[in-house]
């Protein structure tokens, strides 16, 4: 950490032009300075537009010239999205482009003025010192195959949540005018289920049908594992529903606009799933992660979509940061608190890692014998999920050294640690 902040204070120089943005939707705020804040000129207000960002490149190459710098570097607040393509303008133009916490920003406010005042000229100029102070981050933007996964996951989770939606409607309309449905099919979008929902879904589409009627348009769709049994059940639950009896018109009408989204989006995304599993193919590494058994495609391609390409680290541990997986504690002279997670960080990246060392603890042997011994050891044994958190990491470590030397997966090293009647235990 400390070698990091090095770093990045050895790139301030007395040469070198401290911009500090603050980002809007419609119009950006930038203030100049030196390398011990003495400020340069006024603040310069332009769009979020080329001409604006020409603008703001005109601007600095006058104050490079009116005060000799040789050297800029960028600081900005990221406000949603709208720092994008502000960021990706100036890299591409070979400006160094950094990023400062919002949370700093906010905390550092009144050290100038002494106010908690807050307006986009003051926040310009907190950016500005905070890069001075080296209290910067350089941002992870994604470029070919991997800014191209990162979308392919993000249109991935808007298509899963959409079918999560749709789902809990359809389940609201069969529980209002047919709760008996349940009862007949274990799952609604099952193959007969859904045919049945798209051509009789209510009681009073089945009660003056008869069982044989019933099964002649199943099988209509349906060749086996249906019979007069099941088809006999459905009438009878039918003639016996206490489902709302009113309003079926446009019910009906609801329902099957519902089922039509849900074939849509089903649709949609399982081509995805296709075209994703394709560019995982070109990713290095990807193809011997995946072979770890308890890891998916989706998983992995998570993580590629939040980390990107794994050559530009040189440490794991870079990356158990950018996940909110490194540990912090609070501590004072003989108090000594709870060690636990700090989570500031990609909170997907997080989600993505946790829900993947669940399944390797359950069919695993490494993980899962790490996992025993981690929560059965004498010494200092962990709970259940805090072995589970620290499994997170030790998963980055492993899928970073892979995805760097795209070699096999050897639990054999992950268990050299742990005392062999463990490992036989867990086993």
């Not at 992995?300 to 990107?308: K, L, P, R």
């Not at 050559?311 to 060690?339: I, W």
């Not at 014998?369 to 004498?378: E, G, S």
């Not at 998963?395 to 036989?424: A, H, W, Y």
Request: aromatic content about 10%.
């Amino acid at each position: 950490m400390n070698y990091n902040q090095n770093r990045k204070l050895s790139q301030i120089t007395p040469s070198t032009l401290i911009v500090g943005i603050d980002i809007a939707k419609d119009k950006h705020v930038a203030r100049a300075q030196d390398d011990r804040g003495y400020e340069f000129g006024k603040r310069l207000i332009f769009e979020n537009r080329v001409h604006g960002f020409e603008q703001l490149l005109d601007w600095v190459s006058r104050l490079q010239k009116d005060y000799d710098k040789t050297t800029v570097i960028f600081g900005a607040e990221p406000t949603g999205h709208y720092w994008l393509s502000l960021a990706y303008y100036l890299i591409a133009q070979k400006y160094n482009f950094v990023l400062v916490n919002p949370m700093h920003v906010k905390k550092s406010k009144e050290f100038d003025d002494n106010s908690p005042t807050k307006n986009d000229t003051k926040d310009a100029r907190v950016i500005a010192q905070l890069v001075k102070d080296g209290r910067y981050s350089v941002p992870n933007l994604l470029e070919g195959i991997y800014a191209e996964l990162r979308e392919g996951i993000k249109l991935r989770d808007q298509l899963t949540k959409q079918l999560m939606i749709i789902e809990g409607r359809i389940q609201n309309n069969i529980q209002r005018y047919f709760p008996e449905f349940n009862d007949v099919f274990k799952d609604w979008d099952g193959k007969t289920a859904f045919f049945t929902l798209q051509e009789f879904p209510f009681p009073s589409d089945i009660r003056d049908m008869t069982p044989e009627e019933v099964l002649d348009r199943w099988k209509t769709v349906v060749k086996r594992g249906v019979g007069i049994k099941r088809a006999t059940k459905l009438v009878e639950k039918a003639q016996k529903s206490i489902g709302i009896e009113i309003g079926l018109r446009f019910a009906k009408k609801e329902l099957h606009s519902l089922l039509d989204q849900y074939e849509l989006y089903r649709d949609q995304l399982e081509e995805l799933d296709q075209e994703i599993a394709e560019l995982m193919n070109d990713i290095p590494g990807a193809k011997e992660i995946m072979a770890i058994k308890g890891l998916g495609v989706t998983t992995v391609a998570t993580f590629f979509s939040e980390v990107g390409d794994l050559m530009k680290y040189d440490h794991p541990q870079q990356v158990v940061n950018m996940a909110g997986l490194s540990l912090r504690e609070h501590s004072s002279g003989k108090f000594k608190g709870q060690t636990k997670i700090t989570k500031r960080g990609r909170k997907k990246l997080r989600k993505a890692l946790y829900l993947a060392v669940r399944p390797l603890v359950a069919s695993n042997p490494t993980f899962k014998a790490l996992h025993t011994y981690y929560t059965k050891r004498p010494d200092r044994p962990l709970k259940k999920q805090q072995s589970l958190i620290a499994l997170c990491g030790k998963l980055v470590r492993v899928l970073f050294t892979m995805g760097q030397k795209q070699c096999e997966f050897d639990g054999s090293k992950l268990l050299k640690g742990i005392p062999p009647n463990e490992t036989l235990l867990a086993a």
